[in-house]
């Protein structure tokens, strides 16, 4: 576990920048234009975060930012994601029909500049019990072929998984990571410890669904966060990975704003300060090199950083607050 934070003045942890390690370029669920790239990185920065992970998009515009961002702003993108043809994922990728189209995508991704493969192996949360999770997914042989296509090229695969058997099926089948990873069991996190398989629950994602739902749905979504907060606990006791990933570009998911809001939720799970700021944080030796944030203890609360640099030079923050977007 990582040794931050480290105490800076009587009340100022001095703390590693912050990553989102699970952000789409969209903005309230719609595309975004590449021109509004400096306004979103903006509000990531002014949050103390710089570095993100984009999960994808079916324009490809996180290439484009990785490259116009190149060393100011520190991006890994998926591209696109790969989805089957058929099931959930058509907004955030582009469809694949069997092993061998699998093959090509893996090799188009790899070829196009991706950091990393990012697969859609369920549908999302479903507003009803009867239907715990919308359609979507891959078969436990076609999810091999693509962490081995991907292996070959020396990339990641991480993966959008909801139900225990997608996320299952994803450990499995040798994914890096698993993505938002809503109605896990118990065996499947344990198994996840063991795997070396990290999560990213983006529990924010889906409480901010919440208030567009009705009664019903309204209710049985709170139990699902509920119980995925109950999940993220176990899983940092039985010492899985755990990352900070907001889903920022969703539906009311704002870029920057909402990782204070994930971070609350982590609290809200009973995980100690210590562990939040492991799952938050990029690595610690960007303390060594002068990248690093000043925060009181009750940062997480108040959603304000007091100050941050970036190799050794200090970034504005606009008093440190996070700002909302401008209408």
């Known amino acids: 576990m990582n040794t931050f934070p480290e105490e800076s003045g009587p009340d100022l942890l001095r703390i590693p ?48 930012a990785k490259k116009s961002l190149d060393g100011n702003f520190k991006v890994k993108t998926a591209g696109w994601a790969l989805y089957r043809a058929g099931g959930y994922g058509s907004f955030i990728g582009k469809a694949v029909t069997g092993i061998e189209s699998i093959r090509r995508a893996v090799a188009e991704l790899s070829g196009a500049g991706a950091d990393f493969i990012k697969v859609i192996n369920s549908g999302i949360v479903g507003t009803r019990r009867s239907e715990p999770v919308t359609a979507g997914g891959f078969s436990p ?13 020396n990339l990641k695969v991480v993966c959008h998984a909801n139900s225990d058997p ?26 996840m410890a063991e795997a070396g398989t990290s999560w990213t629950p ?50 009311d998911v704002r870029h920057g704003k909402s990782f204070f809001e994930e971070l609350l939720m982590f609290r809200k799970a009973g995980l ?20 690093y944030l000043l925060g009181r ?31």
């Open 17 to 64: 920048p912050f990553r989102d390690a699970h952000m789409h370029f969209m903005i309230d669920g719609r595309p975004m234009m590449a021109r509004a790239l400096p306004e979103i990185i903006d509000h990531y920065r002014k949050c103390g975060i710089f570095s993100v992970c984009d999960m994808g998009h079916k324009s490809g515009i996180g290439l484009v």
């Open 141 to 153: 042989e076609e999810l091999k072929v693509i962490c081995q296509e991907a292996g070959a090229r």
């Open 166 to 191: 997608a996320v299952r099926n994803a450990v499995l089948a040798g994914a890096s990571s698993v993505e938002h990873g809503f109605l896990i069991s118990s065996e499947t996190i344990h198994m």
């Open 202 to 251: 983006t529990a924010i994602a889906l409480k901010k669904v919440i208030p567009f739902l009705e009664t019903e749905g309204r209710k049985h979504m709170e139990e699902v966060v509920e119980r995925h907060l109950l999940a993220i606990n176990e899983a940092s006791s039985a010492g899985v990975i755990l990352k900070i990933g907001t889903d920022g570009g969703a539906r």
């Open 272 to 291: 100690p300060l210590q562990r939040i700021l492991a799952a938050a944080c990029m690595s610690a030796e960007e303390v060594g090199r002068g990248s």
């Open 297 to 327: 203890k009750d940062f997480i609360k108040t959603g304000e950083i007091e100050a941050a640099y970036e190799n050794g030079v200090r970034v504005i923050l606009s008093g440190g607050s996070c700002l909302p977007y401008r209408e």
